[in-house]
């Protein structure tokens, strides 16, 4: 799980970043970023195995996307690929009922789910940035709020061409 979804996420990111450039706003933060989408599904499906996989996989991209780190600054980017988005999907869960098995989990809760993590995440990973220096406090409250909407569009259509895929696979209902 761990080396399927580091293997997952990186080519996620390197996509985003060939086809969706366009919507690219400042290092790591995208108005329409698929790659979000990808994690929380991953992360819904593997827990914390996933969690390590998406922080193993910032890891590696951590480099090609920020440039000069320090080795606290390489850690913190890694952390916050994985954890913060845990954090806020188990919080999500949390609030409307929903066991780390996903029972209870319906359709009508994935809009909420991707608002919840979008937000929650945006807030800790730029929290995180700005307490370790590698974004300025004075952009926060722009990047939350653009890191925030390209978290939730990428969610949001990420879910939809997943489970679209997954009924044309089921195929038609009866």
């Keep these: 799980m761990l080396v399927a979804t580091a293997v997952t996420w990186v080519v996620a990111v390197l996509l985003q970043r060939h086809f969706l450039f366009a919507f690219d ?12 989408g990808v994690r929380l599904i991953a992360i819904m499906i593997g827990g914390l195995w ?18 000069v780190l320090s080795t606290t600054q390489l850690l913190v ?5 994985g954890l913060c988005p845990y954090i806020a999907l188990r919080t999500s869960f949390k609030i409307m009922g929903i066991d780390a098995g996903l029972s209870g989990l319906a359709p009508r ?17 730029n929290l995180a940035f700005s307490a370790s220096g590698l974004d300025p ?5 722009e990047r939350v709020l653009a890191m925030t909407a390209g978290d939730f569009f990428g969610i949001l259509l990420a879910i939809v061409i997943f489970f679209a895929c997954l009924r044309l696979y089921r195929g038609p209902a009866s």
């Design 25 to 36: 706003h400042a290092p790591g933060i995208n108005l329409l970023f698929l790659p979000s």
């Design 109 to 125: 809760h994935l809009p909420f789910i991707s608002l919840g993590v979008a937000v929650g995440s945006s807030i800790l990973h």
């Design 137 to 141: 406090w004075s952009g926060y409250l």
């Design 77 to 81: 980017v890694a952390l916050c690929g």
């Design 50 to 67: 996933a969690t390590a996989g998406v922080c193993l996989g910032t890891l590696l991209l951590a480099g090609s996307e920020f440039h």
